[in-house]
């Protein structure tokens, strides 16, 4: 490999979702021998629905020949009042994909013999330049850098960094997603060729768009309305909203299709309360929505010898910000040109990444807590 040539680089990955995949890409551009353990077995379950496309990460497609990214565009923005009426229009052309569609556009990239479905890493250690990954096979895998990619609950960091724990940001997103098709045709022409947003009566707001339907198809009729709702739930409320029709009580989110159907019942009665009519209408209208707690995560650093928090792994920063999946490519692409840039010297490489990575990682979490001080605080209480 260009970088160093006195011998083969291997990097182990935990966590095949988008940061993972990330890595795995630009990594082997460079020449490293990579390998991915993802704990699911299988495909994996989509973790959200719509995502706002960033630069950063169309960058790292384009750059390591990965792709093409399918997207569904907009002429403007759209905000309404909870009281009715047709909003104030706003020319913003943006473009949006989904998460199954970036998972989908990554994971093609990677080739099956570097992606391990169904391998959990339960534990790491070091010895001088070597990680040694333990599997949950008891299997050990040594390589010469391990990148803990595995997600805001992140099992490495919390045996790294013990003291750092996720905070409640005091609210939720609740979201939905319904195909094109199965719009009301009263609705379909209001949100078309918009991205719009309502403010709610008591604090929060929500906003809708349209994204890739199944397989990443674009065309008019085969695309999905996706939608997401900040609603402030008390630290004593959470757990009764994270409990799913089986009665467990999720950590954080509950997948599409598990909610208590008087959860979702209530979800619907706010709206109708809360929200612009058509914004409760598009609720109405959506089956098996399904929820994500806010949470805060930030540490005071990222690496711990030949060891790497990325991702959600390291950061976790609000939705809001659109800034997700935008981090994890900006993280990759900033530790292969570290590694590129520093030649033999991995260390330095990682130094250099942990700086950037801590800057930016601060510098978005910043910018989602004012985003959601401004969008989403009680109102009840002004």
Not at 22 to 37: D, P, Y
Request: hydrophobic share 40%; net charge neutral; proline share 5%.
């Amino acid at each position: 490999m260009s970088w160093h040539a006195d011998h083969d680089f291997a990097v182990t990955i935990s966590g095949g979702s988008v940061a993972g995949l990330c890595n795995a890409i630009v990594l082997r551009k460079l020449g490293a021998t990579v390998t991915v353990h993802e704990r699911l077995p299988g495909q994996m379950i989509a973790r959200g629905a719509g995502i706002v496309v960033q630069t950063e990460l169309i960058r790292l497609l384009q750059e390591n020949g990965a792709g093409p990214l399918p997207f569904t565009t907009c002429r403007g923005r759209r905000y309404l009042d909870p009281k009715g009426g047709d909003g104030d229009l706003q020319q913003m052309p943006q473009e949006f994909t989904s998460w199954e569609a970036i998972h989908a556009a990554l994971r093609a990239a990677v080739p099956d013999e570097c992606y391990r479905a169904g391998s959990e890493v339960v534990s790491v250690s070091q010895t001088g330049s070597k990680a040694y990954v333990t599997l949950r096979d008891e299997t050990t895998v040594e390589s010469d850098l391990f990148l803990a990619a595995d997600g805001s609950g992140s099992p490495i960091r919390r045996e790294m960094l013990p003291d750092v724990e996720p905070r409640y940001a005091g609210y939720v997103a609740w979201r939905g997603t319904v195909e094109e098709r199965s719009v009301p045709s009263d609705l379909l022409p209001f949100f078309d060729d918009l991205f719009t947003f309502s403010e709610a009566r008591s604090g929060g707001h929500m906003l809708a768009y349209f994204i890739p339907g199944s397989d990443g198809a674009v065309a008019a009729g085969s695309r999905r309305l996706n939608w997401v709702w900040y609603v402030h739930v008390s630290l004593a409320e959470l757990a009764d909203v994270l409990t799913d029709k089986n009665g467990v009580r999720h950590r954080s989110s509950l997948p599409r299709g598990t909610a208590l159907e008087g959860t979702v019942a209530g979800l619907r009665e706010r709206a109708l309360r809360e929200i612009h009519p058509k914004m409760a209408a598009l609720v109405s209208a959506t089956p098996d929505p399904f929820l994500q707690s806010i949470l805060d995560v930030t540490v005071p650093k990222t690496l711990f010898g030949r060891v790497l928090l990325t991702g959600d792994a390291a950061f976790v920063v609000r939705p809001h910000t659109a800034g997700g999946t935008a981090k994890a490519a900006y993280e990759a692409s900033t530790l292969a040109r570290a590694l590129k840039s520093a030649r033999a010297n991995v260390d330095v490489a990682l130094r250099s990444t942990e700086r950037q990575q801590l800057e930016y990682g601060n510098a978005l979490y910043d910018y989602g807590l004012a985003l959601g001080n401004r969008w989403s605080r009680d109102r009840t209480t002004d």
